[in-house]
């Protein structure tokens, strides 16, 4: 794709330029672009990034000095490095040609300095003009401006003003409903209505076409809602439930090997300390799972998630059943996995969205009650994505290659699947979620602390794993089992009903896009392994082959 930028300013810019994680900066991120000027960018399809506008810069003849607003490291060149706030900043994310869907916004998120707008042109699907094309300059209150020579050059958000988690939206504001537009947001908004002002501002963009070409899935069968079956008769188990026996006892006395489930540090794993890498190495090997602690996402957002859930499967089913499950669909709130009258049934409810792509949501299956729970989803996912980037990185690092040579390619798909499990009166008659493995690149989970439930098979065993505060769960997938030619294991595990509570579980699902070919990586094979142990696989027809068994065990995962 081809980004134009002009300069319709009276004076001289230099546009700041950084690519998104794992995504090029074009033009070494900065260059000068004289008044009335442009200039032709190419940038791979599905590009994301930002760009900026500096002015009043000053640069020596080898790239050094600096601008009175948007500075970049003192840089003509920003090379991996933001603009100083404030700045109009326009942040995209490109479709491709098969899927010509531009997601693009103005965002005052960190104040003002130029006006600037966005519009597609020549081809592709936008939301219009993004702008805030007013020069806010000459109306910012005067504890937010930016003087230079007397001369108000920019506008700082509240934000960068006040240095408060209140107008930052950090901390106990780091979330849509304490998280207010503040005076000044409303100021910005009124002026530039089509511009992003605060952080959880998504009004101006919520507008977007939804979910133009997003994949469907094989549906799965209409069964009863288990909470609501509860509920009204808590003492009856149906025989649907009721689980084959000779698949042994739900509890056996393997408990003590719960501690033995690594955890790893993901701040030491991702800074490339060697210790952590082998742990991970081992984890993938022998246990296929572990849990990481010091994520980096705030205690908030995993919180935000727990309460906003629990509130909504506390609803009456009618409401509930606003976001119901389409027939042909796996979206929404039901059941998967469902495919013919005679299965068994697991003892579990879900709410299942696509979260990523951005374009593949489809925002009436997310629920507006309670309020706000829309962005909290938002704010989960984009942390749980992030955690999935750090690990996805260090297993490119121990699979021998590049960090990077993951993502992007195996990551493109996140799916969120929330599992409600209700109190059962026969909890060894019943299991929450049959034994099987994730058909996913890695799968994140988030669990109750103080709530048993989930178990791994390790050595022909099932073993519990044990909440860890905090931490969050990580399994390999089976996409990773193929490209790793097995040394790596998706393992099978199940969830069990408890007798006197619930149980909420939130897994993140990431996965490649459709069209991805899943098979073992060529440089892995070698004198001990020379074959590839496993048929080369579309994930698409993979995943929808999956969909159309009851989860049964192990792997899908066809062997050569
Ligand atoms: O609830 C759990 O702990 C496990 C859920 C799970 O394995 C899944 O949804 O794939
Ligand atoms: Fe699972």
């Known amino acids: 794709a081809q980004l134009i930028v002009v300069n319709n300013c009276q004076e001289n810019l230099w546009p700041g330029i950084l690519g998104g994680a794992g ?13 009335g000027e442009e200039v032709v960018l190419d940038v791979p399809e599905k590009w994301s990034g930002r760009i900026w506008g500096r002015q009043g810069c000053r640069f020596d003849s080898n790239g050094k000095g600096s601008c009175d607003t948007g500075d970049c490291s003192a840089q003509l060149h920003c090379q991996g490095t933001g603009g100083a706030p404030p700045a109009t900043v326009v942040e995209m994310t490109l479709g491709s040609s098969a899927s010509p869907l531009h997601f693009y916004d103005v965002s005052l998120v960190d104040g003002f300095n130029l006006p600037v707008s966005m519009k597609p042109v020549g081809g592709g699907i936008g939301c219009g003009v993004a702008s805030c094309d007013a020069d806010l300059n000459i109306c910012c209150p005067s504890a937010l401006e930016v003087k230079v020579g007397g001369k108000v ?5 509240a934000c960068l003003a006040m240095q408060s988690a209140k107008y930052c939206c950090t901390g106990q504001y780091a979330n849509p409903k ?44 209409p069964v009863p809602n288990v909470q609501e079956m509860v509920k009204n008769d808590p003492l009856h188990v149906p025989e649907r439930y009721v689980r084959n026996q000779e698949d042994g ?13 690594p955890v790893i540090d993901l701040a030491l794993l991702s800074a490339g300390d060697i210790e952590e890498l082998k742990k991970l190495d081992l984890a993938c090997k022998e246990w296929g799972f572990f849990q990481v602690v010091n994520h980096g996402v705030a205690k908030e957002v995993f919180q935000n998630m727990k309460n906003a ?12 059943n606003k976001y119901a499950m389409p027939a042909d669909d796996i979206q929404g709130y039901g059941h998967a996995y469902v495919v013919s009258e005679e299965q068994i049934l697991d003892w579990s409810d879900a709410l299942i969205l696509v979260v990523y792509p951005t374009q593949y949501r489809k925002f009436k299956l997310w629920p507006i009650t309670p309020e706000g729970f829309k962005k909290t989803i938002d704010a989960y996912s984009k942390g749980v994505k992030s955690v999935g ?3 996805l990185r260090s297993v490119s690092t121990i699979m021998g290659m590049d960090e990077d040579a993951f993502l992007g390619l195996y990551n493109d798909l996140q799916a ?81 009903a408890n007798e006197n509570k619930a149980r909420i579980s939130y897994v993140s699902f990431i996965c490649p896009r459709d069209d991805v070919g899943v098979e073992p990586l060529e440089h892995l094979l070698d004198s001990k392994k020379p074959q590839k142990m496993y048929k080369k696989v579309r994930f698409g027809d993979y995943l929808r082959s999956a969909m159309k068994r009851k989860m049964d065990g192990k792997a899908h995962t066809e062997m050569r």
Request: hydrophobic fraction near 35%; glycine fraction near 4%; proline fraction near 8%.
């Open 389 to 391: 980037e750090k690990i």
């Open 23 to 35: 995504h090029p900066t074009p033009n070494n991120g900065g260059f000068k672009l004289s008044s």
């Open 249 to 261: 006892p739900l509890m056996n006395d393997m408990s003590h090997l719960s501690s033995e489930i």
């Open 153 to 157: 050059v920019g506008c700082k958000s």
């Open 416 to 496: 969120l699947r929330v599992n409600y499990y209700p109190a059962c009166c026969r909890p060894d008659d019943v299991l929450g979620i049959s034994p099987h493995s994730d058909t996913s690149t890695i799968t994140i989970l988030m669990q109750e602390e103080d709530i048993k439930g989930l178990q791994i098979k390790h050595n022909g065993f099932w073993v519990p794993v044990k909440p860890v505060t905090d931490a969050l769960v990580v399994n390999v997938g089976d996409v990773i089992e193929i490209l790793s030619n097995g040394k790596y294991k998706s393992i099978e595990h199940r969830a069990v």
């Open 309 to 320: 859930a629990s509130e909504f499967f506390e609803l009456p089913l009618q409401e509930k």
């Open 178 to 221: 304490t998280c207010k537009p503040t005076l000044f947001a409303n100021l910005f908004k009124a002026i530039c209505p089509k511009a992003y002002s605060y952080a959880f501002d998504d009004s101006s963009n919520d507008s977007i076409i939804e979910n133009v070409d997003a994949p469907t899935y094989a549906p799965s069968l």
